[in-house]
């Protein structure tokens, strides 16, 4: 699903931000995509942790193939055994049963997160174990097609301030964050577009 504001958006940065316009011309016809419901999102997104894609997709090939879908409830009638030997480490196994605990028992709020902010659903996503802000908030860009995400703390974004506006000076905290105050309300769309600039191929999550 592509998000119903992309082309305004890119439009609108594209207008205020020469190097927006530039990146925008260059990447025409690409724009940031929705794959996955809630659940399987945040899941695949702890089995990633601290290792590699490949091994990440290793992993998660397993886990598939040894439950009968990746759900809340699956997940909390497997036991530790079964799961560990798809590869997973101790921790993780904890961190993906407390996300389908949170899930099961309506700790999460999906049928409100349409008239919940930004900020009201990262609170409610790290308050599970094993997913921080920067998890949470490529989660609210990617899954849930927020608009104006800022991950301060993405070094991609770092590195692509630093090499279109800052002469390659990695920016500090406060100087990114005024940056992104140019690009609102669509500060993901302009994230995106510096993403795309480092790599040209779609980031998916």
Known sequence: ??????QHASATLAQCDPVMAA????FSGASLVSRGDPFVTLARSIV???ISVKAADSVW?????ALPSIAPAQLLASD??????CGLSARKVEYLGDLARHFSSGQIHLSRWSSMSDAEIIAEL????GIGVWTAEMFLIFNQLRPDVFPLDDIGLQKAVARHYLAGERPARGVLAAYGERWRPWRSVATWYLWRSLDPLPVEY
Do not use: F, H, K, N
Not at 80 to 85: F, G, I, N, P, Y
């Open 126 to 129: 790290t308050a599970v174990r």
């Open 1 to 6: 699903m592509i998000p119903d504001y992309w």
């Open 23 to 26: 990146l925008v011309e260059r």
């Open 80 to 85: 530790s055994q079964t799961l560990r030997a």
């Open 61 to 65: 090939l397993r886990l598939a193939a």
């Open 48 to 50: 990633g942790q601290q």
